[in-house]
């Protein structure tokens, strides 16, 4: 009997005693967990982003075109060079125009969605929303080639509603407009609000579904004005939600550079410029230069969005 | 909004909202009909008639399939990676407070928080400093740097609600950490992975940003389409393929969402 007993705890496998080591001490367990992920974003993602960072304060030799590893600041000096800096200030203001107006359209979606939808129209609703979230980004783009060409369903509208002349105004306007809309910013506008709404709309409907009822109804009852409740009470409350979304919308847009590429003038976008530098010219230092400007400006952005609570929003 | 209507939407709310949802849903739609003209230069409007022979000569191009093919193999790669690694990460995230958990959690959302173009050529100058050749597998390895997160955010979520005291019983009982793992954690976590794994999958299928740069002459899907973007030289075929796309990336969308629905939150909310 006893030598049974024995036995059985001689043959407690490795792998039981190693599990009662685990329980004991959970640091280890931790460790062990966390050592591949580490491993991989650590080294692998992080690793390559700091090595990029680095090569900004190296710069490119004028006259061989070879990188000269010496520290230095002249490639930032160079990305304040006025043609640089029309692409950053264009890309920033788009990416600015892009989350406002994302708001804007993605309000109503989100909060009849919180607020009306029950049911099976939450479902609907709520499906409406994640199918375009997760079609094919370069079909979406290619749809808007297709709306946007000169044949296409855009003008063609125009032209069946007897506005042509409508259109044509719009188009000689200066900055907005251009030969037609796919080579106009308002064209790459579009396709950009279009692209990244469903990422507004998301974390709004989860701040708007946190607001209750009752306080609009309150806020009624103790005389509100349907736009006073709106600017006091609902939209305070719908921030959090707005910022987490504009998180999103804004730091896709400064990224982004196949839109600008595909419908657009031809004038360039930081991602364009990082993407023109980095391939033929073989200007990696300015290329990483141009690269720093999103990352700081996200990193602002993510400590604003922090500090206004917008990641339980996420 | 008076109280007595508050339960009804205001007649501008729903029209605003109906518009939105036209906005997001009918440029896809109109791929469905180009995907069926007859006209093969230029994108007429409306279609002077309608064909099917597009899709039996899509049906036999052997780019088309062989685009297809990398991108099922490297989204089917990456996804398995991003599966182990973001369970990992969630499981130490969610069962303990540690050091640096934030830095942790923040580190596996950065390459998706930071713009694509920086994930791509961050990796790509690293290729290059390291003088390793572009391949399938720097393509997996950008992708599943940015699956990670998928995985996690659904993973995390149901860590959460699964309780301590069930994996302290199961161990008390005599289970081993692996017995524990096959019997009472992954039942209980099987179909937040079996989501996050549909969307990391939708994730890189769809990737062509950080692909453009990791890739070398391989081109996945994205990347095809991408070529047609720039130099528009197989319209019609494109059309279909476009289609295609839609229809596919619709059906683990679809799938997720059925796993997870009725839980504290539902998978796919961010992309």
């Known amino acids: 009997m006893n030598d049974a007993a024995i036995m059985t705890r001689e043959n407690r496998s490795f792998l039981s005693r190693m599990s009662d080591t685990l329980w004991r001490k959970p640091r280890l367990l931790l460790i062990l967990l966390l050592t591949p992920p580490i491993l991989w974003l650590g080294i692998i993602y992080l690793g390559s982003l700091f090595a990029l960072l680095a090569q900004s304060f190296f710069s490119i030799d004028e006259f061989s075109g070879l990188i000269k590893y010496e520290l230095t600041l002249k490639t930032y000096r160079e990305l304040l060079v006025p043609a640089n800096l029309d692409i950053l200030v264009r890309t920033t203001l788009m990416a600015v125009i892009v989350t406002l107006a994302a708001a804007v359209v993605a309000f109503p979606i989100a909060y009849y969605a919180a607020r009306y939808a029950r049911g099976k129209w939450k479902a609907i609703f709520y499906l409406s929303v994640m199918l375009p979230l997760w079609s094919s980004y370069l079909v979406k783009v290619y749809a808007w080639k297709l709306i946007l060409a000169k044949e296409g369903i855009l003008n063609w509208l125009f032209e069946v509603l007897y506005l042509k002349w409508l259109l044509d105004a719009y188009l000689s306007l200066p900055l907005i407009g251009g030969n037609s809309l796919s080579v106009s910013y308002t064209g790459t506008f579009l396709v950009f609000l279009y692209v990244w709404l469903p990422f507004m709309v998301l974390p709004m409907q989860a701040a708007l579904e946190r607001v209750q009822a009752s306080y609009l109804e309150a806020s009624a009852d103790l005389g509100a004005t349907p736009s006073q409740t709106f600017k006091n009470v609902l939209f305070p409350l719908a921030l959090p939600g707005i910022i987490a979304g504009s998180i999103f919308t804004f730091s896709l847009t400064l990224g982004d550079y196949i839109i600008p590429q595909i419908i657009g003038s031809s004038r360039l976008f930081i991602g364009q410029a990082v993407y023109a530098h980095q391939g033929t010219a073989g200007n990696i230092p300015l290329a990483a230069a141009f690269t720093v400007v999103p990352v700081i400006v996200m990193g602002f952005y993510l400590w604003m969005a922090k500090r206004q609570g917008a990641f339980d929003a996420l | ?271």
């Open chain 2, 1 to 271: 909004m008076r109280s007595d209507q508050s339960n009804r939407a205001s007649t501008g709310l729903k029209l605003a909202a109906i518009a939105g949802l036209l906005f997001m849903h009918l440029p896809i739609l109109l791929i469905f009909v180009y995907a069926f003209t007859t006209e093969d230069k230029t994108y007429q409007f409306p279609p002077p008639g309608y064909t099917l022979k597009w899709f039996a000569i899509t049906w036999n191009r052997p780019d088309v399939w062989e685009a297809l093919q990398l991108s099922v193999k490297v989204a089917s790669i990456s996804t398995v990676i991003a599966l182990v690694l973001g369970t990992l990460c969630a499981a130490a995230v969610s069962r303990s407070k540690f050091f640096g958990r934030e830095a942790i959690s923040l580190m596996v959302i950065l390459p998706i928080a930071l713009p694509g173009i920086i994930t791509g050529i961050a990796l790509r100058s690293a290729f290059n400093l390291a003088d390793i050749p572009f391949s399938m597998w720097t393509i997996i390895l950008g992708h599943a740097t940015f699956c990670v997160v998928v995985v996690y955010n659904n993973a995390v979520a149901r860590f959460r609600r699964l309780s301590g005291s069930l994996i302290e019983a199961s161990m008390d009982l005599g289970a081993t950490g692996i017995q524990t793992f096959r019997y009472v954690v992954m039942p209980n976590i099987a179909t937040s992975l079996l989501a996050g794994g549909m969307l990391a999958f939708a994730l890189s299928f769809d990737e062509v940003i950080v692909t453009t740069f990791t890739a070398g002459q391989q081109a996945t899907l994205p990347i095809w389409m991408l070529e047609e973007l720039v130099r528009p030289r197989q319209r019609p075929v494109t059309n279909v393929v476009a289609m295609v796309v839609v229809l596919v990336t619709f059906l683990p969308i679809l799938g997720a969402y059925y796993l997870t629905r009725g839980g504290d939150q539902i998978a796919g909310s961010g992309k």
